[in-house]
């Protein structure tokens, strides 16, 4: 079992930043890939950026390549979202998931980020 645990969100001004983490604990051995995902209010959840744990290879979404960026701390079991030149369309509920080597994915309860206008 893995758990995910975000932090970092917040009210920000638009054009300002924020740095979103995601903690991971317990059985993270076979961590193969994390991800941020995010949830705007009446839509669906959608992909923002993701990094794999060995590799370190990265992809995003268009809606945030060149302001966001995605890194690890292969040490804290720890991964980072980088937020630059907020927009008030990235309000939305930031989930952080896993991938397993075993096929198992695991989601964080979220953080919220309101960017106001």
């Known amino acids: 079992q893995v758990r995910l645990v975000e932090s970092g969100g917040g009210l920000v001004q638009a054009g300002g930043s924020l740095r979103l983490s995601c903690a991971a604990s317990?059985?993270?051995?076979?961590?193969?890939?994390m991800a941020w995902f995010r949830q705007a209010p009446g839509k669906e959840r959608e992909f923002v950026a993701r990094?794999?744990?060995?590799?370190?290879?990265?992809d995003y979404a268009d809606s945030v390549k060149g302001r966001f960026t995605i890194s690890s701390d292969k040490a804290k079991n720890t991964v980072y979202l980088q937020m630059n030149s907020l927009k008030p369309e990235d309000t939305a509920v930031y989930y952080c998931?896993?991938?397993?080597?075993?096929?198992?994915?695991?989601w964080g309860q979220g953080t919220q980020v309101t960017v106001s206008s």
């Open positions: 317990g059985r993270t051995f076979g961590m193969y890939a």
């Open positions: 998931r896993g991938w397993m080597t075993s096929g198992s994915v695991y």
């Open positions: 990094i794999t744990w060995s590799g370190g290879d990265t």
